[in-house]
């Protein structure tokens, strides 16, 4: 089980309700994914609507718990703002704080990130920051208040999987109670099962399995990546070797000539 | 008044931010009310003043990453 500030989790994977073809999509690919944990967002409702209402209604549905984001929030401010108003409407002190810095990779502005969260934590928030894999944003993340970290692999959406696989395993080395959770830059699930493998405590994607031909069929591998991938590393893997090492014993072996 | 809710101007005759949602249509407890910027909870919308140019969001749950 995970332990995300208390709640214990049995998937070890969260899933994004965005992009899907259809709601109907979303929620099976939700069923198949057996995630616990989907991710939320706000946004303006046009007068005398019921967007929001028909979406929520689909969410509450599924029986998972949300993790509302700042998604699209560029100041302190904003982030601040939006994660009080999430708290509002889902009724959570879950929030996925996002500070975006850049508009092309959507990397996170770390500055803004551990400003916020040191706002929001003060404010009885429970903040899950996606950020970059820098160590030492993630040293200032933890003593902003945050108990869990949510480093990129890849930018958001690019299907990339892990860039930096040593900065990865440098988090996890020097984090080891923190959950770790990887989100954004995962494209398919040997990326996901590499991490997990590397000892990450959970996995968040999004497009990788909305925008897949098959948004179930992709869930379902997913999960199993996942799973694969937790089981590797509890269960202690071969390190690799220079040279080739038999692995029929020689003992015994007939001798022909 | 003139009011900029979700980012467009708009003549209303309520004074209150309950008085508006009511005015626009806006109803369930799904939604999230901010005035120039500051979150105004579900209780403090009915004695939520509003004033010329405020700036209004009414935000409700959305598909996200």
Not at chain 1, 53 to 58: A, P, Q
Request: proline share 5%.
């Amino acid at each position: 089980m995970l332990s995300l500030y208390g709640t214990e989790i049995s998937s070890r994977l969260l899933l994004g309700t965005a992009l899907y073809p259809s709601p109907a999509i979303l929620g099976d690919a939700v069923k198949a994914s057996r995630t616990e944990i989907v991710t939320v967002s706000l946004r303006r409702e046009a007068a005398g609507g019921r967007t929001g209402e028909k979406f929520w209604s689909l969410i509450q549905s599924l029986g998972v718990r949300v993790l509302p984001n700042t998604a699209g929030c560029h100041s302190v401010k904003e982030a601040v703002t939006t994660a009080k108003m999430a708290r509002e409407v889902f009724s959570t002190n879950w929030i996925k704080l996002e500070v975006i810095g850049n508009h092309d990779t959507l990397q996170p502005d770390v500055f803004g990130l551990v400003e916020a969260a040191r706002i929001l934590a003060a404010d009885g928030f429970q903040v899950f920051p996606y950020t970059t894999d820098d160590l030492v944003v993630a040293e200032r993340l933890l003593e902003a208040g945050c108990k869990i970290l949510m480093p990129w692999c890849a930018p958001i959406g690019s299907a990339r999987g892990p860039q930096n696989v040593e900065a990865l395993r440098s988090l996890r080395g020097h984090f080891p109670d923190t959950p770790l959770i990887v989100d954004a830059g995962i494209g398919r699930p040997s990326h996901a099962a590499a991490v997990m493998e590397l000892g990450f405590d959970a996995v968040l994607l999004n497009t990788a399995v909305a925008k897949a031909g098959d948004p179930i069929g992709m869930a379902t591998a997913f999960a199993k990546a996942i799973e694969a991938g937790r089981a590797a590393f509890l269960a202690g893997m071969l390190e690799p070797r220079d040279m080739a090492v038999p692995s029929t014993p020689l003992i015994g072996k007939a001798v022909f000539s | 008044m003139k009011l900029v809710i979700n980012g467009e101007v708009q003549e209303v005759a309520a004074d209150t931010l309950a008085a508006l949602m009511a005015e626009l249509d806006y109803a369930g407890n799904w939604l999230a009310t901010a005035r120039n910027g500051e979150v105004v909870p579900v209780a403090e919308r009915q004695l939520c003043r509003l004033a010329d140019g405020d700036h209004i969001e009414i935000l409700s749950p959305m598909k996200g990453g």
